[in-house]
């Protein structure tokens, strides 16, 4: 009787509209405009007034006769009485062997919260459970997360875009599950966790002190720096401003034992590395070449700078690595709390009984990984399930594993076709690719939580704008970056695309590193390390930073930021060749170096010297076909601003014009029409598209990415109408340049035309 009044009651509430739910849930009676509960418009009754209207409501119904209950009433009573039927019927289900279960989830769903939780199916939760996770989702979210701007309910399917879950998902079911404070080291583990601080680098990182005076000296003492040469990796610097400069090289063979990898990663990181592995002949190693290099500059905890990663060649190789040693990281902080939480029960002591168990910071994040879009976030937490579970039989426990993959993957159907584009972009822009989201993950041993609350998470993924919308500006009501505070090991990946997407979000994020707290958020302080008291947490935090080009605000944010006391290590290899041997067109190329006094010149000096010497020789009708390839957005805003007061005869794409409008500067441009274009480098690198009618090409400055010179430089040849002969390319450059000139020209012939007198140089490329 009770199953069968349940469904009744549940039928007529899947009747009902989401706003009607809520106004239900909130109010606790239907909306005055509203009564269409079993989705029919009622005949409007004649309401007969009461005598009294000073009467109590509960006299008035003792008094009177039975009045007529609206359905919403009805529903209304079902919340009061639905959490003991519910577990009446949890205990039937139980005995049925859960057939059914896809009904229940659907029939159960009382409140619209439990609606969006219960996706993997486990909907055998009371009423009052429900509701108790809803309050704490919504603490956590309002002390977390921002406000959701456009105000839409988050209850959708999943497998929609991040743009249809305006109001973030964060698991509050399990949060005693993961929590470190009250869960304790397993028997059979405890004897893997005995680590000798002697020997293992995270032990010897962790509990080494730092003195006051080493820290006041770093202010004063000169960088000291060390070149050595590895196989592999190439040119390696070694630099730090703490007393000692330590240096290595790196041995032939490599044991997976002498590394310290916690259980079960020395089992299971050569199943997840075999890919890999295939390729090489006679070799033993757990680790591609340059795998093993980096595991070991990781595994010292330094600093380090790559600036070789490509999508399309070591990507994925450098992913599995840096997975590895974060994963790592987390199991081996996660064994010591649980070891020590296991001591101090065995000893019976309180909550700040005893000062010698100090293994924690002031907030619970240890990783932060910054990824640019939600294919890259797929990937690292697909690599964390593999490197847990291996080739075992007995599969980890994931949350919302069933919600993660709909919202952070991706319909190959949704991709056109035919388009054609260049490999690179294949493989940079694969799968989800928007840009705003932030997760937080959760591991305890062979289990992890995902979507969960920040201040329980131990690695937290984000990109760029994910984090600048919830650190927020000064002055914003709503901001939050406390969870920044204790973040042993960042690691920044693909770090040139967010030069395309925003590189201030980057920096904004690195300003808000480890910053002491606003609020204590439940931490037990006699647990917390000293460094991490003396606001130290910074020369302790490892980063590691992966992109695929030697860039000057990547090496800025490197040698600002970095001040780790083990040290930094740079990979600095020259390039000899340069992009401008990759054009096949015959093509005389005219470099014009521009004087400045400064860098902060250099803006205005590139202007002047563009509006002053370049352009005159292009006004003339004859030089039609122009196109002015503009890498900064405000220099591509100043440029047209000019253009239009000159009044010139010009055409402009950019990254934030309309497909229409694209079209049409493209046709005017073919059909001669408009004599000027002028092209954004965003726009190049996010369309890739053909510019077809290019006769003169003008560098307004050097590309960002080396390899969109020649790309530009070959659209030439995309209209081949015996105009050959009069092609001509003109770049401009400073002595400011000079790492964008080698990656053009060469190292050697970039340090020749920076020493020359002569201010213009001519190199012709696809001589025969």
Not at 96 to 110: A, L
Not at 131 to 148: C, F, G, N, V
Not at 308 to 325: D, F, K, M, P, S
Not at 513 to 532: A, C, E, I, Q, T
Request: some cysteine.
């Amino acid at each position: 009787m009770g199953k069968r009044g349940s469904r009744s009651r549940s039928q007529l509430l899947s009747a009902l509209t989401k706003k009607q739910k809520k106004h239900l849930r909130d109010f606790g009676e239907e909306h005055p405009s509203w009564d269409r509960a079993s989705r029919k418009d009622t005949k409007p009754q004649i309401c007969q007034p009461s005598e009294s209207t000073d009467t109590s409501s509960s006299e008035s119904e003792a008094e009177s006769e039975p009045e007529h209950v609206s359905g919403y009433h009805k529903l209304l009573a079902t919340l009061k009485t639905v959490s003991e039927e519910e577990e009446e019927e949890d205990e039937e289900e139980e005995e049925g062997e859960g057939e059914g279960e896809g009904e229940e989830e659907e029939e159960g769903s009382v409140v619209e919260e439990a609606e969006m939780n219960d996706e993997d199916g486990d909907s055998d939760v009371s009423v009052e459970e429900e509701k108790a996770a809803e309050s704490t989702e919504l603490r956590e979210r309002d002390r977390i997360l921002p406000a959701d701007p456009e105000g839409k309910d988050g209850d959708k399917p999943p497998g929609t875009s991040q743009q249809e879950y305006p109001e973030e998902f964060t698991d509050a079911k399990h949060e005693s599950l993961f929590s470190l404070e009250t869960n304790f080291l397993e028997e059979e583990s405890r004897g893997s966790c005995s680590l000798k601080a002697s020997q293992d680098p995270f032990l010897q990182h962790m509990n080494k002190e730092l003195k006051e005076k080493e820290i006041q000296a770093i202010a004063t003492n000169p960088q000291m720096t060390c070149q050595l040469k590895w196989p592999i990796l190439g040119q390696l610097v070694f630099s730090s401003k703490f007393q000692k400069l330590e240096t290595f090289k790196p041995p032939k063979d490599i044991d997976l034992k002498s590394l310290h990898l916690q259980k079960p990663l020395e089992t299971t990181w050569t199943k997840t590395n075999s890919h890999f592995l295939s390729g090489l002949h006679k070799s033993s190693s757990p680790f591609t070449p340059l795998q093993k290099e980096l595991f070991l500059i990781m595994n010292s905890y330094r600093d380090l700078l790559y600036p070789e990663r490509t999508a399309l060649q070591n990507g994925e190789e450098i992913r599995h690595v840096y997975c590895l040693h974060a994963i790592n990281h987390v199991l081996k902080a996660n064994a010591q709390v649980l070891g020590n939480n296991s001591r101090r029960r065995s000893q019976k002591l309180g909550v700040g009984d005893d000062d010698d168990f100090r293994d924690q910071g002031l907030t619970r994040p240890k990783v932060l990984i910054v990824v640019p879009f939600r294919e890259a976030a797929l990937r690292v937490v697909q690599l964390f399930i593999s490197l847990l579970e291996g080739d075992s039989k007995k599969k980890i426990i994931v949350s919302n594993k069933k919600r993660f993959n709909g919202e952070y993957g991706s319909d190959p159907e949704e991709r056109p076709p035919n388009l054609k584009r260049p490999e690179d972009y294949e493989a940079v822009f694969v799968g989800n690719i928007d840009d705003h989201f932030r997760i937080g993950v959760a591991i305890l041993q062979r289990s992890i939580r995902l979507y969960a609350p920040f201040y329980s998470s131990d690695i937290l993924i984000a990109s760029p704008l994910g984090l600048r919308t919830i650190i927020g500006a000064e002055g914003e009501k709503k901001r939050d970056f406390d969870f920044l505070s204790s973040v042993e090991l960042l690691i920044i990946d693909q770090a040139d695309i967010y030069l395309m997407q925003n590189w201030e979000h980057v920096l904004h994020l690195m300003s808000h590193m480890n910053l002491l707290p606003l609020d204590s958020h439940g931490v037990d302080f006699s647990r917390v390390r000293m460094w991490s008291l003396n606001n130290w947490s910074k020369f302790y935090r490892q980063t590691l930073l992966f992109g695929a080009l030697q860039d000057a605000q990547i090496n800025s944010v490197f040698n600002k930021h970095c001040v780790n006391m083990q040290g930094q290590v740079a990979v600095r290899n020259v390039p000899m060749t340069g992009s401008i041997s990759h054009v096949l067109v015959q093509l005389p190329h005219v470099f014009q170096r521009m004087e400045a006094e400064n860098l902060a010149l250099v803006i205005d000096a590139r202007f002047n010297f563009f509006v002053n010497k370049i352009l005159p020789q292009y006004r003339d009708a004859v030089m039609s076909h122009t196109l002015v390839y503009v890498p900064s957005y405000f220099d591509f805003v100043r440029l047209r601003n000019y253009f239009k007061k000159e009044d010139l005869n010009f055409t402009h794409i950019c990254e934030y014009a309309q497909k229409s409008a694209v079209s049409r500067a493209r046709q005017f441009f073919f059909q001669g029409e408009k004599q000027f274009l002028l092209l954004t480098e965003r726009f190049h690198f996010y369309k890739r598209y053909t510019i077809k009618g290019i006769r003169n090409l003008i560098f307004y400055e050097l590309p960002t990415y080396p390899h969109f010179y020649s790309e530009v430089c070959n659209m030439l040849r995309a209209t081949t109408r015996g105009e050959e002969a009069a092609w001509t390319c003109t770049v401009l450059y400073s002595k400011y340049d000079a790492q964008r000139l080698a990656s053009v020209v060469g190292v050697e012939r970039a340090a020749q035309m920076l020493q020359s007198k002569k201010n213009v140089h001519l190199f012709i490329t696809g001589e025969r």
